[in-house]
Structure formats: structure tokens, C-alpha cells
């Protein structure tokens, strides 16, 4: 089950250390539960907000080892994850900070600024992130912010690239600030259209992430062992498929691009030939 949603971005792939994937599986299991009570489905809004709290009482009640074995699906995932947070000592807040933005993903279906979309993504993606690095063995603030730029670029990468997708479900990530700066509206989306004007704003969002990317980019050279070529595959993966986009021309409303085969074997030999990188100066990533 942990592996039937992402096709982009590696998840529990054997380039992880063995210790760890069963552990990130049901971590990741967790998540896409929990995103599938937000997302799929006709259920009204209240009942998906209620179907995760459901799940965040299934939380709670794993967390204290209280789990009822009636052989379901969640009964399954709890009792990995009860085991994957005592033995890692796993802090519970990432966990709610994803079912926060699951929440959101029922309620929210536009975004006015940068900032907000980050702020989103600081709860839908970056906790995955961190609990990789607790699951790998690694607690340290200045990692864990690199992380979450990288994590928070991929899951940006991917609104990016479901621009289509996210507009059957009534949903534009693309902030208001940046479509309003560029004149894109959304009845070119609704009539199937894609103009300069919302290239150009892909354009701007696309080169935001990219300084995200390339933000956490030293974590890639400071983590150890399997996990470096996981992290050099994924962060490879994501920058890969902004080039997609870019060739052409950001438009995923006519044409979703993927990752196959061919750019499978550029991204193993990307990771084979990565060559770390000075360390360059910051600048603001919310702006």
C-alpha cells in the first residue's frame, strides 16, 4: 500500500538502508491514508474533516498502546507505526502537523501569497522529511531545515505538475499573487487553455522552487551511507521533472509529464557522477 501513490519521488526504495524501510513504509503508510480520507472519493467536507479525526483519535490511542486488533487496514498501519515512534522515539507533532494540512486539503482550495503555500507545505511535506532523518538516525536543526526545503520543493514540484489534476477538484495552488502579477485567470483553465500569461506565472513558481532545491541541497552531501543516493535520486527526480515541465512550457494542464525509464537511468547516473557543492549565500526563500 505505501508504494501505490508516488511515481516521481522514491519511498522506502531499496537505495534506503534495509533497517529503515519498513519503518519509512509505515510511516509513509500513515500519510497516504490519511491523504486518501482528504482526497479521494464524493464524501462531503465534513465527513472527510471527520474521517480524519477518526484517524488522529487512532493516533493518539497508538501512541499509548491502545490499538484494537480487528484485522483492518488501520489496526495494520497503527501497529507498524506504534512500533516505528517507540522505537525511534518519534515526535507525535509531525504526525498532527500532517493531518493538519490533510484538513486543509478539504477546506482550502486557493492560496494568496508564497508564504501561505510554504506554510502549508511546512505541514504537508517537511514532517516526512524530518521523520526520515530520526528513522536514519539523525536529529539536528540546521538538517532538518535543509530537509524541509527539500521536501517542501518535491511536494511544490508536484502541484506543478497536477496543475490538470488539482483543477478537476476545484483546486489552484498556484498563489494569487503570482497569477495576478502575470494576468493569468483562471477561465483560461476552465476552457482548457494555456496562455503566456500562466506560463509565465509556472515560470516564476517553478524558479521559487528550484531555489528551494537547491537550498537543501547540502544535506545531500552531509547524511551517510544508502541514504545519500536516496536523497541524491529524489532530489535529482524533482529537479528532473521541472525540466519537463520547462521544455514545455510549464503547460500540465494539456500534457502531465512523468518520469520514465530513460529518465530513471539519467537520475542513477546523475546520483553515480553527484559532485558536492560550495555551500552558497542565502537568501530569503519567501519572497
Known sequence: MARQ???NFPVASRLLPRAARPHIAAIYAFARVADDLADEGDAPAAARISALEVWQWRLHEAVEGRIEQDGSEAAHVFTALADTIRRFDLETQLFEDLLSAFCQDVLVTRYET??????????????????????????DA???VQSDAICDALQLTNFWQDIAVDWKKGRVYVPREISSASGAIEDSLRAGEWTPEWEMALRDAASRTRQLFDAGRPLIDVVRGRLRYELRATWLGGVRMLDKLEVRRFDALRYRPTLGWVDGVRILAGAARWRPVRPMPTTSLTT
Open 142 to 144: 540546521a538538517l532538518d
Open 5 to 7: 501513490h508516488y511515481e
Open 114 to 139: 508564497w508564504i501561505d503555500l510554504l506554510d502549508y507545505c511546512r505541514r504537508s511535506a517537511s514532517p516526512v522529511g524530518r521523520l526520515v532523518l530520526r528513522v536514519c538516525g539523525y536529529r
